[in-house]
């Protein structure tokens, strides 16, 4: 027996604890598996250590904090390349409008370069007739403006001296020395602005260069392009890729024809207002209307607030009245009709989702992000409810190898 004993003590098999062990070997013991007396208290009830809705408000919260990350690198990146990015959206909006002229052709066997050129040389044909037709109306009628803009501020001074507010000469004179002494001692500032805006002006100029080149490329070689950025995808989320970039295109498309439809009611509408008024520069206000409406809500009140504050200085408090009515009239069809007949059925987005669309894209991207935030949005939301569709089609061929057909990628060097 004794023997036995010892050969199984020193083959180093485990003996079943006895009643004589310590409690506190115990202890050591789960210490030594990370596991803690109260742990271990509710792992023997059942429960977890951490709560089930704290380890999940925790997971929420740091993929949201790396979601919110990646947002801020993009919108860093996007603001550095504005003047890249900026003339690809115009390249884009432009290739939406100008596309279908281009297919139209090439369906009668024009070829594709001959097509896009023709195309681009209308447009641009058109725009400078209509350069011609408002700047120099509106350069005329600056120094009518000019002269009624002296006199209601004449009237202004004369209310002040002889309104409720009963002030004397003196008191007028020293304002407005207050006044001229302020814009004297930031001069220097207003001198950086104008460069500044000098500055602004040549990126301007170099954007709009960079937009038209694009806009030849995106309609003569745009299918090519499109089967290229595919090809550049696995082959199992080809068809995915395809799927998103088709309805981006569709929502971006069908939200620039209803923009530039409900862009033309206002422009037209408060131009006839302003014409029966009798306001000066209505063919530059209204044109000024018709681009502002591309800013959804926003610009079309800013621009109705601009015509009836013309029509103030210009012909008086009657005029502006019937001005700022004919603007209020012109946002309700245009919120009431137009708006959810044309453009919603290209987004479908609350006013108050398009609001603060606006709102933040003039906060991150002055006028060109407000531009950019409804149709950026409007695709985002359509990407996403694609994505979220169970039923959507999946690329079936996931046994295909990555490769891309040759006839694709040299497609961009043509």
Known sequence: ??????????????????????????ESASQAAGLTPESSEAEARGAPAVPRSLEVAASFCWRALVVAAAALAVLFLVSKLLLVVMPLFVALLATAVLRPPADWLR??????????????????LVGAGLLTLIVPPFVD??????????GGVQRAGNWLLEGPLDLTESELQSYLDDVERTISENRDTIAGGVVGGARAVGELLSGLALAIVMTFFLIKDGDRIAAWFVGVFPARRRHDAAEVGRRSWETLSGYLRGVSIVALVDAVFIGLALAIVGVPAVLPL??????????PIVGAVVMGAVAALVAL?????LDAAIILAAVVAVQQLEGNVLQPLVVGRAIDLHPLAILLAVTTGIILGGIPGAIVAAPLLAILVRIASYLR??????????????????????????
Do not use: H, K, Y
């Open 1 to 26: 027996m004794t023997n036995d004993s010892e050969s199984g003590a020193q083959s180093g098999s485990p003996t079943p604890p006895t009643a004589g062990d310590s409690p506190r070997s115990e």
């Open 107 to 124: 369906e009668r066997g024009v070829s594709d370069a001959l097509a896009a050129l023709i195309v681009m040389a209308s447009a641009l």
């Open 141 to 150: 009628q600056v120094s009518e403006v000019g002269d009624n803009l002296r």
């Open 286 to 295: 209204a044109v000024f209307t018709f681009l502002a409406a591309f800013v």
């Open 313 to 317: 200085v210009t012909n008086g408090p």
């Open 389 to 414: 569709d169970p039923d959507r089609e999946a690329d079936s061929v996931d046994e295909e190898p990555d490769e891309v057909d040759p006839a694709q990628r040299p497609a961009l060097a043509d």
